[in-house]
């Protein structure tokens, strides 16, 4: 990979796990965790001028991110010291020419019912991105980038 320059656009997508238990508000369907989560990405993502999609499952998120790389180089070295995650793990970076996820500043993936048909296309039981390999990464983002929203402006 040729060498970026700061205002270079780039995809980071990475894995991270989370460090609380999941705890589910049977009224809204939703984690309230994530809920703080996305609302707080929205924001920043928004003043930084950074797009992306997450997902989260199996206590496991899978981030996906563009911008500029100065812009994403100083938001991974936030998430490093969040902890409300740990062990982050960069799945892929790589140079993009336009934003897949212009119109996201967080989407919230619901693609439940991609992913364990993903999962079984690979012989997995779990999700757990840590195991992925490139071909995986490319796969899910894909996914990702097609899937519909699956909570609204928090």
């Not at 997995?124 to 983002?141: N, Q, R």
Request: charged share 25%; glycine share 4%.
């Amino acid at each position: 990979m040729s060498e970026q320059t700061p205002d270079q656009l780039i995809r980071m997508t990475y894995t991270s796990k989370a460090t609380f238990t999941p705890l589910n508000d049977k009224k809204e369907g939703y984690d309230r965790n994530i809920i703080n989560i996305l609302t707080t990405s929205r924001r920043q993502n928004r003043k930084n001028k950074l797009v992306g999609a997450l997902y989260f499952g199996n206590g496991y998120f899978f981030q996906c991110l563009e911008g500029a790389k100065q812009h994403i180089d100083a938001l991974y070295a936030k998430l490093e010291k969040d902890e409300r995650h740990t062990e982050l793990k960069v799945l892929s970076l790589e140079p993009i020419e336009k934003f897949a996820f212009s119109s996201w500043e967080m989407k919230y993936a619901a693609i439940d019912q991609d992913v364990p048909s993903f999962l079984k296309s690979y012989g997995l039981d779990k999700f757990d991105p840590y195991h992925f390999t490139p071909e995986m990464t490319a796969e899910l983002i894909h996914i990702l980038q097609s899937a519909n929203e699956g909570m609204a402006e928090a």
